[in-house]
């Protein structure tokens, strides 16, 4: 607390990220990462990059970038926007599209980054109930006054909504913006971008950090029709013309580039999703049919915080959110079969 603070610091909640620990002998499925590296190519794109062109300014457009992304997505450049991670491309889109007197919805559980950014531009929020299998309740999502905001496939339950049902919000919210995070689609839901033609109230927004191993790079996009994309550009340009730096760029166009070694991955991920997923289940637990790189697991014969804090006294770092509705259940990121197996016989001991 300092008298210095303006009100928006005094009034601002701000997002606690997982932790990031610093020993290196851990297993580390806490914050979604991908536990295989970037693909070879990016990562020389990026050791090339650094020369003494850092010394310029990036490109403020990223218009390479922007043309790579619009090939694969088959839209225009002008229907994406590049962001430093898709946290920053969601904050600008709430300042953008929402309104401090609107009530937009949002998921009652869902990725905890929302509300901060409603309480940080002052747009008031419903937070609706999910369903009693924890899924979106789709027609809660429906109507609202100032917009709507989820992920899908929805965190921490790694839930997904089918094409039809996210299509049937956007409809039912025709003069409002309804923004779809598709942090996590690359694992197994269905993307709403080829909507983003028909519905100029649709913006879906992805990132490189999870499918694409590039956490730390930051490296996030959104595409929707060019009105939303100029808002966005209007925003960003008011703030920093420069939120993607020359590293970042140089690994993103070469990462979006080598499929063969992405489509490995993903598919190794969901592989070992899917053989954890019946192993915790085969131990008594409940285990969310994630479409995600992470499980969402209500643990049986012990609590869930005990759960975390005993694994992570044992070097393994796993999610437990201490909020209402979420105590019984911790996430669980997909690490290689080597940390799955680690993870499922420290759990057996405890049970
Ligand atoms: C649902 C969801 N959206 C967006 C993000 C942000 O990802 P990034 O800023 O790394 O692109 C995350 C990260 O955990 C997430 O879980």
Redesign the pocket.
């Known amino acids: 607390m300092s008298k210095f603070w303006s009100r928006t610091v005094q009034e601002a909640e701000p997002y606690v990220p997982g932790e990031q620990p610093t020993e290196t002998d851990i297993i580390k499925l806490n914050?979604?990462e991908n536990p295989y590296p970037p693909s070879p190519k990016a990562i020389q794109a990026m050791e090339d990059s650094i020369t003494s062109d850092l010394r310029k300014y990036p490109s403020p457009t990223a218009e390479r970038l922007k043309a790579i992304i619009a090939e694969r997505e088959h839209v225009t450049s002008d229907q994406v926007f590049v962001g430093n991670?898709?946290?920053?491309?969601?904050a600008f889109a709430f300042q953008a599209f929402f309104e401090p007197d609107q009530t937009i919805k949002m998921p009652a559980i869902?990725?905890s980054?929302y509300p901060v950014y409603a309480n940080l531009y002052d747009i008031p929020f419903e937070q609706v109930p999910l369903n009693d299998d924890l899924s979106i309740q789709v027609d809660g999502l429906k109507q609202s006054v100032g917009g709507v905001i989820f992920?899908n496939p929805?965190?921490p339950t790694g839930l997904a909504l089918s094409l039809s049902d996210v299509e049937s919000i956007v409809q039912a919210n025709p003069a409002q913006v309804v923004i779809v995070?598709e942090?996590?689609v690359e694992f197994g839901a269905e993307s709403a971008v080829a909507l983003t033609t028909q519905y100029p109230n649709l913006l879906v927004?992805k990132?490189?950090?999870?499918s694409h191993a590039l956490?730390g790079m930051?490296?996030?996009y959104a595409i929707g029709h060019t009105g939303l994309i100029e808002g966005l550009e209007r925003i960003k340009n008011s703030f920093n013309s420069y939120t993607m730096n020359r590293v970042s760029l140089a690994g993103a166009e070469e990462a979006l580039a080598d499929d063969a070694y992405y489509d490995q991955v993903l598919s190794d991920i969901v592989v070992t999703r899917d053989w954890v997923t019946e192993r915790l289940k085969g131990l008594g637990f409940w285990v969310s049919n994630s479409k995600a790189n992470f499980l969402f697991v209500q643990p049986v014969g012990i609590e869930a915080d005990v759960l975390y804090n005993e694994l992570k006294a044992q070097g393994i770092y796993i999610r437990y959110f201490n909020k209402p509705g979420l105590t019984g259940f911790v996430r669980i990121s997909i690490g290689t079969d080597d940390e799955m197996t680690k993870l499922i016989d420290a759990i057996e001991n405890m049970v």
């Open positions: 914050t979604n991670g898709s946290d920053e491309v969601l869902t990725y980054f992920p929805n965190a995070d942090a996590y927004t990132t490189l950090s999870k956490a930051r490296i996030g």
